[in-house]
Every structure is written in C-alpha cells, then in structure tokens.
C-alpha cells in the first residue's frame, strides 16, 4: 500500500487546493484523517524535501512524532527529482517485502 498526498499550495491550476473543503475540513486534513485512521505501526514516511525548516531533526522524523507512531522515517534530498526518487525507494521497499505501507510526501519548494 502506497498513500500520496499532494500538497501543492502553489498551483496555478487550482489554488489553495489543499485548503478546499471536503466534508467540512480543510482537503490536507481530511486527507490526513484517512490515513490515520489506516496506518498501523507498521509502515514508513519518506518525505521529499530539500528545503526543510530545520536540517536536524530531519521533517519525515518531526512528521512521525506528530503522527504518534513509531514508523522509520526519513528525508530524501534530491530537489524535483526527490519525489520520483522516493516513489522507486518505496517501490523497491514494498517489493523486497521490507515494508506494505509507505506514507510519501511530496515537500519540496523549489518544484
């Protein structure tokens, strides 16, 4: 199982999209409900970004503590190319049955 939120608050295309509402809540949280309510200890967060807030501790790790799971979490680095990268990372994961359940997410501000 692969969950991807895409969180583009810069779209031209349709603005502000993941503030729209679905359900009474902001599209990013109603999103975000789903997925916890799915999500067991089991799984992984690969977050790409190479504009994090802080370089240390790393944003896929702050995303696992607010979560309130115990998931391996790391950032991939790599600028546009690092959601394609995390997408093949988690690909190979799921296929070599190292994990079932990988959150991706898509954090860049260079893109």
């Known amino acids: 199982m692969l969950v991807i939120i895409q969180a583009r608050m ?14 009474g809540m902001p599209s ?18 690969i977050v790409a970004t190479t504009t994090p807030d802080n370089t240390f501790p790393s944003t896929a790790a702050k995303i696992q503590k607010n979560l309130g799971c115990n998931a391996i979490s790391f950032d991939v680095q790599a600028v546009c190319s690092g959601f394609i990268y995390s997408l093949e990372i988690a690909d190979s994961l799921i296929k070599c049955n190292k994990a079932k359940k990988i959150l991706i997410i898509g954090a860049e501000t260079l893109s």
């Not at 810069?10 to 359900?23: A, E, F, H, W, Y």
């Not at 409900?33 to 967060?45: G, H, V």
Request: charge should be positive.
């Open 10 to 23: 810069g779209s031209t295309r349709l603005p502000g999209k993941v503030l729209m509402n679905i359900d």
């Open 28 to 45: 990013i949280l109603y999103q975000y409900e789903r997925l916890t309510s799915y999500l067991s200890k089991d799984f992984k967060i």
